[in-house]
């Protein structure tokens, strides 16, 4: 059975202080590795799909990388308004549908 | 352009009662997706079309749910005879070819009474 799982649950930064988020995956032959960012009362935002270990993808201040076990996702310098659930989703090879892990919840403060 | 729209935003409903919610994908994308949201939890899959078909249909949690797709485009997610733990946000996306960035709606929240 595939697996996801997001750490830590919730994180508190203040404004400028870099971290990461993981994401442990256990899938059959992993066919992409995506990261969302949702915001309070709206559907998930597409942030950047990983296909192959060693795979780096940025985005402004957002960084993930990917190797065979797990996905980060780099904040460098975050801002109030990266504040949001970082959701992670793994699909399996042969199968079209992925599994969601349960988010990150990031808060940053100013 | 257009994005994934879904209908009603909100919808509270007395248990027992039947429910129909709408998704509208973006032009042109083929593969279409159903979510349900609980609070707190991750996204649990419910269904899955390629086209008019559904494929995989693993994820509906009983055989009250039900889902349709016509056109390529709108699809319904039906639900009957509602219970209190159907309560959830109920998400679509869309992505231009299966395996593809999802882009999704922003929900329908159900509160089932």
């Known amino acids: 059975e595939d697996q996801v799982t997001q750490s830590p649950e919730a994180l508190r930064l203040q404004e400028g202080e870099s971290s990461s988020l993981n994401c442990s995956y256990t899938v059959s032959g992993l066919r992409g590795l995506s990261w969302y960012r949702q915001d309070p009362g709206k559907g998930p935002e597409f942030l950047f799909t990983?296909?192959?270990a060693g795979e780096e993808k940025e985005k402004e201040r957002l960084k993930a990388t990917l190797t065979k076990k797990e996905s980060f996702l780099h904040i460098t310098a975050p801002k109030p308004e990266d504040s949001a659930t970082y959701l992670c989703a793994a699909t399996s090879g042969g199968s079209y549908i992925p599994t969601f892990g349960r988010g990150t919840s990031l808060i940053v403060h100013p | 352009g257009a994005g994934v729209s879904q209908s009603p935003s909100n919808k509270v409903t007395e248990k027992g009662k039947d429910v129909e919610l709408r998704c509208d994908p973006i032009s042109g994308h083929t593969a279409l997706y159903w979510y349900r949201q609980r609070l707190g939890q991750g996204l649990e899959f419910l269904i899955y079309f390629q086209g008019n078909s559904a494929p995989d249909k693993s994820g509906l949690p009983s055989d009250r749910f039900s889902a349709e797709r016509t056109g390529e485009s709108v699809s319904t997610l039906t639900i009957q005879r509602t219970q209190q733990e159907d309560s959830a946000v109920y998400l679509c996306?869309?992505?231009?070819?299966?395996?593809?960035?999802?882009?999704f709606g922003p929900g329908t929240r159900l509160t089932v009474t």
């Open positions: 996306a869309s992505s231009l070819v299966a395996v593809g960035e999802q882009y």
């Open positions: 990983l296909y192959s």
